[in-house]
């Protein structure tokens, strides 16, 4: 392999895992304000298989693809015009997103803002497995919510990669934080920060709790009307985030009805929101979970991982030493 080519992860087509497959391709070169990044390891989310099949942000996309939004690993090279980064400096991200970013790959370039410096306390795996989820974690509760100390929050799959983040934020923030999750990962969400605990296998939530400010849908309408049934559980006035599957007519028309809120939302590039993160999990407030790591060559064994649901927290591919 040359210095002008990379290993990635590439698909010519949508289908099942065993689309994916590692190639030598040509390794990306920075423009003006963009740095080369050298990827230590990418976090592999729902949204990656997804688009895979032919969902998710499939339709903006084009072959050969290759998949991947969360990265950490090294500024190698800086395009003209960088001033906040240099080579050498760890960094972690979500470039691009919802266009590809090519994360499953040994090098990706994006503007120098779309990155931050990595967590300082956090190796690259662990530093992989926090941009999209934390950012979609945080935005959701700090800039779409704008959720206040002393509210009643419930975040549906709270022990998933993007619920693990919820959680521990609309702790910081100051929130009673009720979570939705098997009987078995409820000890480790109250460590997190849960103050309630409702075991989905056994009880429906609606039946459980009432008088919620927000609720941050993972799920969506797709399994069980998740999303619908969330409705219940506000107050008047109270806000539905539903994240995976957006809002319809019908259920807009439903909040509309009831005197509460429904909004879809979509995650987006934020370096700011990445330092602040990275200063919290610095200081000890939030922690990083990560299940399983894969090699890069085993990236369809991660996306069958992911698929199957019940992760504890994030799964990671691992890229270079």
Avoid: C
Wanted: charged fraction near 20%; hydrophobic fraction near 45%.
């Amino acid at each position: 392999m040359s210095e002008h080519t990379m290993r990635a992860v590439t698909q010519t087509e949508f289908g099942g895992p065993e689309v994916l497959t590692v190639e030598d391709v040509a390794r990306p070169e920075p423009l003006p304000t963009e740095v080369l990044v050298r990827v230590h390891a990418a976090g592999v989310n729902p949204v990656d298989w997804k688009t895979r099949e032919g969902q998710g942000m499939a339709g903006l996309q084009t072959f050969p693809l290759i998949l991947g939004w969360d990265v950490s690993g090294v500024v190698e090279e800086v395009g003209f015009g960088v001033t906040t980064l240099k080579p050498g400096d760890e960094v972690y991200g979500m470039p691009w997103f919802p266009r590809a970013a090519g994360g499953y790959a040994e090098y990706v370039t994006a503007p120098a803002r779309q990155w931050a410096r990595k967590p300082a306390t956090l190796d690259h795996v662990h530093a992989a497995a926090v941009p999209l989820a934390a950012l979609t974690a945080w935005q959701t509760l700090v800039d779409t919510a704008h959720v206040r100390a002393g509210q009643r929050v419930l975040i549906t799959a709270a022990a998933g990669g993007v619920g693990h983040f919820a959680v521990q934020f609309a702790r910081h923030l100051g929130a009673r934080v009720i979570a939705t999750a098997s009987a078995a990962r409820h000890p480790w969400l109250k460590e997190l920060g849960a103050d309630e605990t409702i075991d989905y296998t056994t009880t429906r939530f609606e039946d459980a709790v009432e008088d919620v400010d927000v609720v941050i849908d993972l799920v969506g309408d797709a399994h069980d009307e998740t999303s619908t049934r969330s409705l219940k559980v506000l107050r008047p006035g109270g806000l539905l985030v539903a994240v995976p599957s957006g809002v319809s007519p019908e259920l807009t028309r439903a909040a509309e009805a009831a005197g509460k809120r429904a909004t879809p939302y979509l995650v987006e590039p934020d370096s700011v929101a990445l330092t602040t993160i990275a200063g919290l999990i610095d200081a000890g407030e939030v922690t990083v979970e990560v299940e399983e790591t894969f090699p890069l060559e085993r990236a369809g064994a991660a996306h069958a991982r992911v698929e199957a649901g019940r992760t504890r927290g994030k799964i990671v591919l691992t890229v270079t030493g």
